[in-house]
Each structure stands twice: as C-alpha cells, then as structure tokens.
C-alpha cells in the first residue's frame, strides 16, 4: 500500500516559474526523500531529509518537512523544460520492519517551454 | 561508473508462462530492492538483500514470486504462472550499507516493462 499522497497529482507552469510540490504521510518516519522519474526511466534520488530536519536545500531544490503535520514539500525554484519529470516522495518507517521505501503516487511536472 | 543495470527492458510473455527478470547492482552495494510499479502509480516494495540473505520478503504479492541473490551480486526475480495482474514495471535499486541501519538514497535500475497478455 502506499503511504504517502502527493499534491498536485499534475501541475503545468511556464519555464522560469517555481514548482511546488507536497507530500503527506502517515505513520513516524526516519526520513524522507524526494525522487524524479523520467518517462520511461527509473528513478533518480533528489534530496534525502531526517526527521530531525525541518529544511533543506540542493541546488535550485529546497525541501521542507513538518513532522507534527506528516508533511512535506519540494520547490523547484527557476523550472526548466528538462524538469518535466514525475516527483516522488518516499519515506521509511521508525523502527524499521520493512526495509524497502514506501512511495506516494506522485506529481506530473510539465514545464512549459 | 556503471549504474544499476535491468534486463530484459521489456518482457512480453502469455499468461501462465514464468518469466526472470535480472538485475545487476552497482558493484560492492550491500542491499538490493526490488519494486512494482504499476502505471501512474509509485513504486511498491517488494523485497530486500542484504548481501545474499533475503531480509525482507514482505512485499511479495504471491508465492507465484521468488527472488534470489545467491553470490550476494547479481539478483533475479521470478514469477510463476503469471497472469495479467503482474503486468507492470519492475524495479531494482542498490545502496552501499545495510538497509536496516542507515538511511541512505536508492539507487534504480531503469526496470523491466512486463506485459502479460
């Protein structure tokens, strides 16, 4: 099952613009990350945020995490056509159990050239 | 260096016909995942290797499933008697450590497009 829900489910903005990205979850995590997939392709690690860290940044990406609201999100600052990509966020349990990542659904990113 | 590499990219067989799928990780990684991922969808876990033991087998749908790591490098997963549910993308990721004590970034394969008719 997933875990996580990702807002908007499909955004389209004008290169040059700002995206953002959220990401809810629902059970303690140890961190979350953020991923990019390609059509076609698989996916590529983006940031990796602890639990104990409210923000972070790479880059053109600054990712936030509220831990009292389960939430995250993902800004892109200054898009770019080579954007256009599906954004993941994925998280991993407190306590472990399973060892693999659980995902959310993800948002469609369309930069507008 | 060479990244996470997934073979067949497509896979097209009839239902009821097994299938392998094989995933070579980036050399010297300890743990290996494999996920499914169904169109539109995010990845769902299905297993995890560390080294050749298979730690975590939770996420396998089916015991029509079976993945294996037997040198602790190359892995291959198999589905028996497949039917049209198992139609999806299959991924496989690496990470250099233990998955159960550190937090790390996965590593993807570009995964296996299986579609069973």
């Known amino acids: 099952s997933q875990q996580g829900e990702e807002d908007p489910q499909a955004l389209s903005i004008q290169e040059g613009e700002n995206a953002t990205m959220n990401c809810s979850y629902k059970?303690?995590?140890?961190?979350l990350q953020w991923y990019r997939q390609n059509s076609g392709r698989g996916l590529v690690h983006l940031i990796l945020?602890?639990?104990?860290?409210r923000e972070k940044h790479s880059g053109r990406l600054r990712v936030t995490l509220d831990t009292s609201k389960k939430s995250s999100s993902l800004l892109i600052t200054a898009s770019r056509a080579a954007d256009t990509a599906s954004y993941f966020c994925?998280?991993?349990?407190?306590?472990?159990?399973?060892?693999?990542?659980?995902f959310g659904k993800g948002t469609h990113l369309i930069i507008q050239p | 260096g060479a990244g996470v590499s997934q073979s067949p990219r497509y896979k097209v067989a009839k239902r009821g016909q097994d299938v392998a799928l094989r995933c070579d990780p980036i050399s010297g990684h300890v743990s290996l995942f494999w996920y499914q991922q169904a169109l539109g969808q995010g990845p769902e876990f299905l297993t995890y290797?560390?080294?050749?033991?298979?730690?975590?087998k939770s996420g396998l749908p089916s015991d029509r499933f079976f993945a294996e790591r037997p040198e602790g490098s190359v892995s291959t997963l198999k589905i028996q008697r497949t039917q049209q549910e198992d139609s999806a993308v299959y991924l496989c990721?690496?990470?250099?450590?233990?998955?159960?004590?550190?937090?790390?970034?996965?590593?993807f394969g570009d995964g296996t497009r299986l579609s069973i008719l």
């Open positions: 290797f560390q080294n050749e033991a298979q730690l975590d």
């Open positions: 990721a690496s990470s250099p450590r233990p998955g159960q004590t550190w937090s790390q970034p996965q590593h």
């Open positions: 059970t303690s995590i140890n961190n």
């Open positions: 994925a998280t991993d349990a407190l306590g472990g159990g399973a060892d693999g990542l659980t």
């Open positions: 945020i602890r639990s104990n860290e």
